[in-house]
């Protein structure tokens, strides 16, 4: 049934005026179609009888006074078991050339937890990456900041947590492109199968080439997939979003082509409220949790940019993958000292964790200010207690390496998987002087240490 006419029409508004007897709400999809081509777009505001829409996709083809439908009450993806191993555009429509199999869906905006829902006392998922369990331990329903730049190992990351996750817990992954380029998001997609993940996850993109809508949209499409797996599977989810900024910067440009005042620094005065729409679906429940981790991309460098520290003010901390890290033949190229979590505290994961932690911090501080030294005046030149601290701290650097499940097809190190008593064992072993005896380079690319260390 015909509800109106196409009145206006720009890269990013079309207005539709609304037969007398007609009623529609925002967030309801209304279409067109032109020679066979169906046309969508989503209510943004209703004024009298002018609906302002925004299109999902190019506006090509459109003219006014062209009729339009209602198509639904809001944007819709699958909520089933259907959607593990798929691939799906912003607008829930899967995008991996298989047949669509269709078994439930559910919309997109539906989820809202209530205050008596939400469960804040979940247990730390150990993840069974050294340097991530030591510096940085994550609680169920945490949002973690990624931050790292191209090249430094991000996706390699990504994918061991996929595994160890699902390897431990059996739990299910949700991957969501914001803005992605299209290649990297086929690269992604190869290596997940590959490396026999991508049936242990789902996956949604919003390509940089599409317009803003699309990348708004993919977001709200990943949560709903991620929400099926927590609420009705019952399990422990990871969320992986790249990238947060790009779902604020599509926003800022919808509400520009919309004519909404901006703030003074070009946000839109929705900015915070969009983004908490977003974090606050991210929660653990008594039966389940998701856990997120969400790349940042921070304009010029600048930490101080209202966006991110909007994003920021949600984070339970942040992994942060470092060039110069990378550099040295560290991986994961995780930087401990930018690095943070605020399940750092001592009621969270004991006294031992937390002194060797702040221990731990304090040898390597020492170590890049005694590298200095040396580069200069030689490793002569230092008292013996420098000269322990040096040799410990560069075993310490060593430890944190670890070889990854999903590259020992690249690497031929089989991939291990270290629990947290390990790990505490072999650093405490380190920085109490154990295995002054032994050679740093049998700390590199290893599980725990002690193990084999007592064996021998």
């Known amino acids: 049934m015909n509800i109106g006419k196409i009145i206006s029409i720009s890269e990013l508004n079309v207005k539709i005026f609304l037969e007398d007897d007609v009623r529609v709400d925002i967030k309801e999809v209304l279409k067109t179609i032109v020679d066979g081509k169906e046309y969508r777009f989503e209510v943004v505001s209703v004024e009298e009888n002018v609906a302002t829409t925004i299109p999902f996709d190019s506006v090509i083809g459109l003219k006014r006074g062209l009729d339009v439908m209602k198509e639904a009450d809001s ?66 329903g945490f949002k ?4 790292g730049g191209a090249g430094v190992g991000k996706t390699v990351l990504i994918k061991e947590l996929i595994n160890n996750v699902y390897m431990t817990l ?5 991957f969501v492109g914001v803005g992605e380029r299209s290649r990297e998001g086929k690269e992604l997609y190869d290596e997940m199968k590959e490396s026999d993940l991508l049936d242990k996850m789902c996956t949604v993109f919003g390509q940089m080439g599409e317009n803003s809508t699309a990348r708004s949209k993919a977001i709200y499409s990943g949560l709903t997939l991620a929400e099926y797996l927590r609420d009705e599977k019952k399990q422990d989810v990871l969320l ?12 800022s ?35 389940g949790s998701i856990t997120s981790f969400q790349a940042i991309y921070i304009p010029a460098d600048d930490l101080t940019d209202e966006s991110v520290q909007t994003i920021l003010s ?23 000292f930018k690095t943070t979590s605020k399940s750092i505290d001592i009621e969270k994961i004991g006294q031992k964790h937390y002194d060797l932690v702040e221990q731990a911090l304090k040898y390597l501080t020492r170590y890049e200010e005694l590298e200095e030294i040396i580069a200069v005046l030689g490793i002569e030149e230092l008292s ?38 390990d790990i505490l064992i072999d650093v405490e072993n380190i920085l109490t002087g154990v295995y002054d005896k032994e050679d740093e380079s049998k700390f590199l690319f290893i599980g725990d240490y002690h193990g084999s260390f007592n064996q021998g």
């Open 253 to 287: 440009e919808i509400s520009n082509e919309l004519k909404n005042v901006p703030v003074e620094n070009g946000y839109p005065t929705t900015m915070i409220s969009d983004v908490s729409d977003v974090e606050e679906r991210i929660n653990s429940t008594p039966d």
């Open 170 to 174: 059996k739990s299910n992954a949700v």
């Open 314 to 336: 949600h984070m339970d901390g942040q992994l942060v993958l470092d060039r110069k890290v990378a550099e040295k033949g560290i991986y994961p190229a995780v930087n401990v």
């Open 384 to 421: 013996e207690e420098d000269k322990s601290i040096f040799y410990r701290s560069r075993k310490l650097r060593n430890y944190f390496t670890q070889p990854m499940f999903v590259a020992q097809n690249y690497t031929n190190i089989p991939g291990k998987f270290v629990k947290i008593e």
């Open 240 to 251: 992986f979003v790249d990238n947060i900024y790009r779902f604020v910067q599509a926003k």
């Open 75 to 140: 944007l819709e993806i699958e909520y089933s078991d259907a959607s593990l191993g798929r691939v799906y555009s912003s607008y829930g429509e899967p995008i991996d050339g298989r047949p669509d199999e269709t078994i439930h869906k559910r919309g997109v905006y539906d989820k809202n937890l209530g205050l008596e829902e939400v469960d804040i006392s979940g247990d730390i998922l150990w993840t069974g990456i050294k340097v991530v369990d030591f510096f940085a331990p994550i609680q169920k």
């Open 144 to 147: 973690m900041g990624l931050l």
